[in-house]
């Protein structure tokens, strides 16, 4: 695994961390954040290891659940899931600064 991969575990590690402390004091604004913070990670490490190529010339990120269900990368597709939790997390942060 490469080491911007490696870092990006790291701190996935640390965002799903924070994901329960949030989720446990009932701060669902922070969880939700950071629950879509985790899904958008865990695509850029699989990005980083399977392409390696710089950020910008990646795809975005919904579509690359899809690619990667249909070739057999992930089990299953979750670009619906993670197009609803970036909806949840827009809501969100509107809802928590109005």
């Known amino acids: 695994m490469n080491e911007r991969a490696k870092n990006n575990l790291e701190l996935t590690k640390r965002k799903l961390d924070y994901a329960e402390k949030f989720f446990a004091e009932k701060d669902f604004y922070e969880t939700i954040h950071y629950i879509w913070v985790v899904f958008e990670n865990c695509i850029n490490i699989i990005k980083d290891v399977k392409n390696n190529r710089p950020l910008y010339e ?5 579509d690359l659940f899809g690619i990667y ?4 990368i992930l089990k299953n597709d979750y670009s619906s899931c993670f197009l609803e939790l970036e909806k949840l997390r827009i809501r969100a942060v509107s809802a ?3």
């Open 96 to 98: 928590n600064i109005l």
């Open 69 to 72: 269900c249909s070739i057999g």
């Open 58 to 62: 990646h795809k975005p990120k919904i």
